[in-house]
């Protein structure tokens, strides 16, 4: 990977590490309901205006892509949101660093990937990661907040959609995809979530920033770039920047919320990568 390549992982894990920090300030004028929507409708305006690529997608596809659109942004964005309500930032970009393990664990249980027995040993470890995270008042004091388990399902839902959209990328232009799927979810955020929305618009002094930060970053160039990336250096080496979005929420957290994540954390959060990257490699 060249210095270019390296310094766009860089700006593509920052922005998406700095989505959980965005969330929570949003949070403090802004329902999670609100938040997703506004996130995928100012995503979707930059997207559909800097994509200009003609769609030429087959009309079954289309359903596929519908049902892409739920569980890559309409459920996470709504349940980190929601999650981010009783727990930190930190940890929920802590819990969103299982993406990988969730990704592996449902190709090989769903989509019957072939798999060897150390790789299946490296999905179990990951899920003993998973276990260190939620000890959030460290191991000495066994607690459960139930944001934590609102963040893991987003993580789920970020595992089934990898493996639904990737036949699909192969296909199409990935960018063409992104397109389509940001539109659909939007319409199935209005659906799921108008009715508990406020709608409140953000203001200048609490959640306008935030909120152009997640749907223009972290739901428009974020993805831009990470595509951009993953044509030019391949699957196995853009796969990193999954493993450095934690390491920066974790610095914004402490940064601008002084979130403390406590050592056991650290631990699973190792475990995890380590799993993850030990299970790509082999």
């Known amino acids: 990977m060249n210095l270019k390549n390296f310094l766009l992982a860089l700006i593509t894990s920052s922005i998406w ?9 949003s949070l403090e004028e802004l329902n999670p309901s ?10 979707a305006l930059f997207i ?4 200009r690529a003609k769609e030429n997608i087959v009309k079954t596809d289309h359903v596929k892509i519908f049902i892409i659109s739920f569980f890559w942004m ?17 940890l929920a970009g802590l819990i969103n660093g299982s993406t990988p393990i969730f990704v ?18 490296y999905i179990f470890t990951g899920f003993i990661g998973v276990g260190l995270i939620s000890l959030s008042e460290g191991i000495s004091d066994v607690s459960f907040d139930i944001g934590f388990l609102y963040a893991l399902i987003a993580s789920i839902s970020y595992g089934i959609a990898v493996n639904m959209v990737e036949p699909l990328i192969k296909k199409y232009d990935s960018l063409i995809v992104i397109k389509i799927v940001i539109r659909y979810a939007l319409l199935l955020s209005l659906i799921m979530l108008g009715s508990t929305a406020s709608f409140k618009l953000p203001t200048v002094e609490v959640s306008l920033f935030p909120m152009l930060i997640l749907g223009i970053g972290g739901t428009g160039i974020a993805f831009l770039t990470y595509y951009k990336l993953l044509e030019s250096v391949g699957r196995i080496s853009s796969s990193f920047i999954v493993y450095m979005i934690p390491i920066f929420s974790i610095f914004f957290g402490y940064q601008f919320l002084n979130e403390i994540t406590n050592s056991i954390q650290f631990v699973g959060m190792g475990v995890i990568l380590s799993s993850a990257f030990l299970y790509s490699r082999t």
């Open 17 to 25: 590490g700095s989505s959980f920090l965005m969330i929570k300030y």
């Open 34 to 43: 609100d938040i997703a929507i506004y996130r995928i409708l100012i995503g």
């Open 48 to 51: 559909n205006i800097f994509v």
């Open 74 to 90: 309409a459920l996470p964005f709504y349940m980190f949101g929601i999650a981010e309500q009783t727990i930190t930032s930190s």
């Open 104 to 121: 592996a664990f449902i190709a090989v249980v769903f989509y019957k990937l072939k798999v060897t027995k150390i790789q299946i040993l």
